[in-house]
C-alpha cells in the first residue's frame, strides 16, 4: 500500500481535526482531488490526493485530532510512503518521512513487545520529562494514538471526564496561559464623546481603526514587538491592526493590514471582507498572522470597560465597550451625548505609563473629532 500521511499544512500547524472525508475505501480518486477537510487552529483546509490511485483505506473518522506526519490514506498498490505540503496555503513542497515504528514506544523502558502502546514523538518527549508512564495510557488519537495532551492530562493528579479542547479554542487556552505567564499588564480607561460625528454616520469600526492609526503615529512606542527574553523591542514600519471575532468556534483575530495608508471605505470594506471570511472559516492563515496592535471591540455583545489580554510579542491591545447615551457636562450645562468607553492595556515591560497616556489621548481626541 502507498501511504499518504498528513502534510505539513504550514504556519507551524503541527495538528488537525478532521472535520469530514469526501472518499471512502474503493474509491477511485484524481490528483488534487479533494480528499479530506481538517480543521486547524486557524481555518478549515482541505487536503487534495497527491496523486491519482483507489483508496484502500482511510485513517481516523470526524472529530479526530491527527498529528503531521501521521497517516490519513492509503492507496493500493506496492509499498511507498507519500508526503506533501497543502498546496493552497503557498508553501514549500516538502517530504513527510515518519515511519510507523516511530510512534511505537516499549511499556515502562521494556523493549518492544505485547505491552506496547502508540504514541506521537511529542508525548513521547513530554511523557519522560513529565515522568508519566504511557503503559495503559488510552490515547485520543487516530488508533488510539497518545497525543501530548493524553500526558498533559495524566499528568493531573485529579482525573479528569471533561471535554478536551480543540482547534481554535485549544490555541486560545496556549496563548492566554503564555500572555498571563509573561505579560506586566497596566489598564488606562477614558471615555470618547461622539456628539460632533454626523447623524446617522455612525461607524465605530472604521473610525476605531483611523483613530488607533493616528495614535500609533503619534507615540510608536506602543506598536513594536518586545522580547521578553532578549530585553529587546523591534519598532514596525507598518500598523497592522489585529481584529477580535467572536465565533461559535472561538476567538478568531484577523489582520487588518497597514492602517496608515487606507481611507475609510477601503478601512470599511477590509473589515467586511476579514469578519465574513473568518465566520465562513475560509480565512487563509497568512491573514490571522502579524498583528503590531490589537482591538477588542467586545461593546458590540456587551460591556463598558475591560482589561483584555495582550499577546506577545505585541505590547498593547484597545477594548472598546458599548455606546450609551449618558449625561454629560457641556458648555456649563448638562447634556444627553453618545458616550464610547475606551480601555487600554499595555505591557508595562515594554511601556511607560506616560506613552500609555499620550496614546490614549490622541486616539480619544480623534475619535471626538467631527469627521
Avoid at 472525508?21 to 474503493?26: F, I, L, R
Avoid at 499588564?185 to 481603526?209: F, K, N, Q, S, Y
Avoid at 447634556?335 to 475606551?342: D, Y
Wanted: glycine share 10%.
Amino acid at each position: 500500500m502507498k501511504q499518504f500521511k498528513l502534510p505539513d499544512l504550514g504556519e507551524g500547524l503541527q495538528e488537525a481535526e478532521i472535520v469530514e472525508w469526501h472518499v471512502k475505501a474503493g474509491d477511485s480518486v484524481e490528483l488534487d482531488q479533494l480528499l479530506v477537510s481538517v480543521e486547524t487552529a486557524k481555518a478549515i483546509v482541505e487536503v487534495p490526493s497527491p496523486r491519482a490511485g483507489v483508496i484502500g483505506r482511510c485513517f481516523g473518522e470526524a472529530g479526530d485530532l491527527l498529528h503531521v506526519g501521521e497517516p490519513l490514506v492509503e492507496f493500493e498498490g506496492e509499498a511507498e510512503d507519500s508526503g506533501t505540503v497543502v498546496g493552497n496555503l503557498g508553501q514549500a513542497s516538502g517530504q513527510s518521512d515518519l515511519a510507523a515504528d516511530d510512534f511505537i514506544i516499549g511499556a515502562a523502558g521494556s523493549s518492544r513487545d505485547a505491552w506496547a502502546v502508540r504514541a506521537s514523538p511529542q508525548a513521547r518527549k513530554l511523557a519522560e520529562r513529565m515522568g508519566v508512564a504511557l503503559d495503559g495510557l488510552p490515547g485520543s488519537g487516530s488508533g488510539g494514538l497518545i497525543t501530548d495532551a493524553d500526558v498533559q492530562r495524566a499528568a493531573v493528579a485529579k482525573p479528569t471526564t471533561g471535554e478536551a479542547l480543540r482547534s481554535v479554542r485549544r490555541t486560545m487556552a496556549k496563548n492566554m496561559a503564555r500572555a498571563h505567564a509573561e505579560v506586566v499588564p497596566v489598564t488606562i480607561v477614558e471615555d470618547a464623546d461622539l456628539h460632533r460625528w454626523p447623524d446617522g454616520a455612525r461607524d465605530p469600526m472604521v473610525r476605531l481603526a483611523r483613530a488607533i492609526a493616528r495614535a500609533c503615529q503619534a507615540e510608536p512606542a506602543l506598536n513594536v514587538a518586545f522580547d521578553g527574553a532578549r530585553l529587546s523591542v523591534t519598532r514596525h514600519q507598518h500598523i497592522d491592526l489585529g481584529v477580535a471575532v467572536d465565533t461559535p468556534d472561538g476567538l478568531f483575530v484577523p489582520v487588518l493590514r497597514d492602517l496608515a495608508n487606507r481611507d475609510a471605505e477601503d478601512l470599511r470594506q477590509g473589515l467586511a471582507r476579514l469578519r465574513a471570511d473568518v465566520l465562513n472559516r475560509s480565512i487563509p492563515p497568512r491573514e490571522l498572522m502579524g498583528a503590531t496592535i490589537t482591538l477588542s471591540n467586545y461593546g458590540t455583545l456587551f460591556g463598558r470597560y475591560a482589561s483584555p489580554v495582550i499577546v506577545p510579542p505585541q505590547v498593547a491591545i484597545i477594548g472598546a465597550g458599548v455606546i450609551r447615551d449618558q449625561v454629560v457636562a457641556w458648555d456649563g450645562q448638562p447634556a444627553i451625548h453618545p458616550v464610547l468607553p475606551v480601555s487600554l492595556t499595555v505591557d508595562h515591560r515594554a511601556v511607560t505609563g506616560g506613552e500609555a497616556a499620550r496614546f490614549l489621548k490622541v486616539l480619544v481626541e480623534d475619535l471626538q473629532a467631527a469627521d
